[in-house]
Structure formats: C-alpha cells, structure tokens
Antibody, heavy 122, light 108 residues
Framework: QVQLVQSGAEVKNPGASVKLSCRTS????????VHWVRQAPGQGLEWMGT????????NYAQKFQGRVTMTRDTSTSTVYMEVTSLTSADTAVYYC???????????????WGQGATVTVSS | EIVLTQSPGTLSLSLGERATLSCRAS???????LAWYQQKPGQAPRLLIY???NWAAGVPDRFTGSGSGTDFTLTISRLEPEDFAVYYC?????????FGQGTRVEIK
C-alpha cells in the first residue's frame, strides 16, 4: 500500500538547521508531487511547499523562501526538507504528504506521513 | 494569497445530529480546487473531500462536500462518535496552497 514514512523527532538549538526525510513506497515515486505541511503546538496546518520528484522542481511558500530547501533522491524514493536558521517559532510537527493529482486532475493531499516533531530550544 | 476563513470555530453537537461547516475564500477558487481534511488528536490529517465534492477513498457517504466560487460547505449528515475532530479546508488552485484555521466538532 502507499506509505510515507518520516524520520524521527529532532531537538535543535536556535540558529541550527534540521533536515527531515520522507521515504515513500507503494507507488511510482516520480508520478506524484510531495508537499510539506507543518503544525505548531495547538495550532492549525501551514503549507510550506512542494517538490516534483520527477524533475526536482520546487515551489515554496514565500514565508519560507531562502530558509527551506526540498530535495529528492529517486534511487530511494525519498524526499527531504531542510530548514535553516531555526527559531522557537519553528517548533512544530512537520508532515510530508502526497499530492494525489494525476492526469491533470487535482486530488488533494491523499496520503500523509506520520509526522516528525521538531523542537527548537536552547 | 488566498485566505480561507472557516466558521464556526467550534461546533458543539450531539451524536446523530447534522454538522454544517463553512469555508469562505477571499477570492474565487476556480475549478473547485478545494479539499477538506479531518484531523484527530495526535494523528496526521486525513483527506475527506477533494474537488469540493468528491469523496476520497474509504470516506463514508455521511460526509458531503458542496459549493463553488468562494463559498464551500462540508456537511456531516449524522454525527458518529469517530467524527468528533478538527476539520480543515485547503485550496490548491494557487500557491501558497493555504488552509483554513479549522473547525472543531465537539460532543455537546
């Protein structure tokens, strides 16, 4: 079955960087975009950006431009997201999610990873 | 950026009652590229509805999505115990693919 499995929890100091992974399985990796969404404690969902695993093209929310980098490894069907210059405001659960859109028909984010908690604290 | 405003913030209802959740967009969402998600505590969101009115796989038909343009609605016809959760709408017509702030459906 289609699965997205994320890396584990991270604790970082302010100013550090974190690189999260999202390993996909059960489908053709290059056929579906992957998005990253985060959720601060007790807050709603915030869309961060997306990557096209086929060519590696990315689209980031302007808020994260310059601080977020999404990459992919087609040999392992894994997507990565690195966030730099962390502050306490980046403390959140980070989710990767597959974009179910296919053949030009948008389908929303149909499969989600389990989430990875990032805590930024000195 | 398209801003999605969900109302009400919290809906307190009893088992078996009908829930009506609203999502209003700051500009027209063409092609009804709007989705609804359900999130329970400690879990990842789950896709319920895409394209404003299409069921995702495995979603019970008591969940119905409707609307177009700037006004969208998620209706739960008869609340079951497992339906008490937070619901988010999301537009994916233009980047950033924003979410609404959520509606919590709680047991009255």
């Amino acid at each position: 079955q289609v699965q997205l499995v994320q890396s584990g929890a991270e604790v970082k100091n302010p100013g550090a960087s974190v690189k999260l992974s999202c390993r996909t399985s059960g489908y053709t990796f290059t056929n579906f975009y992957v998005h990253w969404v985060r959720q601060a404690p007790g807050q709603g969902l915030e869309w961060m950006g997306t990557i096209n695993p086929s060519g590696g093209h990315t689209n980031y929310a302007q808020k994260f431009q310059g601080r977020v980098t999404m990459t992919r490894d087609t040999s392992t069907s894994t997507v990565y997201m690195e966030v730099t210059s962390l502050t306490s405001a980046d403390t959140a659960v980070y989710y990767c999610a597959r974009d179910g859109s296919i053949f030009g028909v948008a389908h929303g984010l149909d499969v989600w990873g389990q989430g990875a908690t990032v805590t930024v604290s000195s | 950026e398209i801003v999605l405003t969900q109302s009400p913030g919290t809906l307190s209802l009893s088992l078996g009652e009908r829930a009506t959740l609203s999502c209003r967009a700051s500009e027209t969402i063409r092609s009804s590229q709007l989705a609804w998600y359900q999130q329970k505590p400690g879990q990842a969101p789950r896709l319920l509805i895409y394209g404003a009115s299409n069921w995702a796989a495995g979603v019970p038909d008591r969940f119905t999505g409707s609307g177009s343009g700037t006004d969208f609605t998620l209706t739960i016809s008869r609340l079951e115990p497992e339906d008490f959760a937070v619901y988010y709408c999301q537009q994916y017509v233009s980047s950033p693919y924003t979410f609404g702030q959520g509606t919590r459906v709680e047991i009255k």
